[in-house]
């Protein structure tokens, strides 16, 4: 009875991977490619693997997963599931990934690449150039609820307005001889700024996500050769 109790639970482990609430929900990165994050895999509740099976271009971040071996390998299982020649799967790995899936993941399944910093036992097939400070800041702010496409790209300080009117002298053809020359123009006063004006304030500094933003240029330079 134990013999069939445990091979029940194997098959049943093989069809189904545990993860935290919510974290099966895919995000959308453009050009057909989504992400996937998972947290913790578990024996403790059931996920379907179909976002791993069903989605031919995927990034799935496993940087900060737990697991347990049962989880492991129904999420080998799942990714061993995806039809051949059919998209590819983008692992991201860390060295705070549960070791049992580094070891799993040494040989990475058909379909499948592993993206991330390499150390320690973290060795993924490619390798991404950034400090480890950089990478946990980056997945700090993706628990923390920052959106993936936020950690693509840094965000792009606005021009001061002295900057935007020399432009858009430039554009209508003044050159820069016309401008007053200091030396020689009279002095104006400076104004004084009203008692309730706001301070500048400069955009808010976000770490870009090197290891996310390599995965995605892996995706489209994969579609820009034709191999997806």
């Known amino acids: 009875m134990n013999k069939i109790s445990r091979k029940l639970g194997f098959i049943l482990a093989l069809v189904c991977f545990t993860a935290r ?12 490619l989504s992400v996937l994050r998972l947290v913790a895999l578990t024996a403790a509740g059931r996920a379907p693997a179909s976002p791993l099976t069903d989605t031919p271009a995927l990034v799935l ?18 990714l061993r599931a995806r039809p051949a020649g059919k998209g590819v799967c ?20 058909p379909g499948c690449l592993t993206v991330g910093r390499a150390d320690g036992a973290c060795r993924p097939d490619i390798s ?3 400090t480890a400070d950089a990478d946990k800041r980056a997945r700090a702010a993706l628990a923390a609820g920052t ?10 300080a606005k021009p001061r307005h002295d900057e935007a009117e020399l432009a858009k002298d430039h554009a209508a053809g003044k050159s820069s001889a016309a401008q007053p020359d200091p030396e020689t ?8 700024k009203p008692q309730n004006a706001q301070p500048e304030i400069a955009p808010a500094a976000l770490s870009v996500d090197a290891v ?8 489209r330079g994969l579609l820009a050769l034709g191999k997806i």
């Not at 983008?90 to 399944?109: E, G, I, K, Q, R």
């Not at 959106?147 to 792009?156: E, G, K, Q, V, Y």
């Not at 123009?185 to 004084?192: D, E, G, W």
């Not at 996310?212 to 995706?219: D, E, G, I, W």
Request: cysteine-free; hydrophobic content about 45%.
């Open 21 to 32: 609430a919510g974290a099966t929900e895919l995000s959308d990165l453009g050009q057909g």
């Open 61 to 78: 971040d496993l940087r900060d997963t737990t697991a347990d071996k049962p989880s492991v390998a129904a999420l080998l299982a799942a």
């Open 90 to 109: 983008l692992v991201l790995l860390s060295p705070d990934t549960a070791p049992a899936l580094l070891a799993a993941l040494s040989s990475t399944p």
């Open 128 to 130: 991404v150039v950034t």
């Open 147 to 156: 959106p993936f496409t936020a950690l693509l790209a840094p965000p792009s």
């Open 185 to 192: 123009s009279p002095s104006v006063p400076a104004q004084p």
């Open 212 to 219: 996310l933003q390599h995965a995605v240029q892996v995706h």
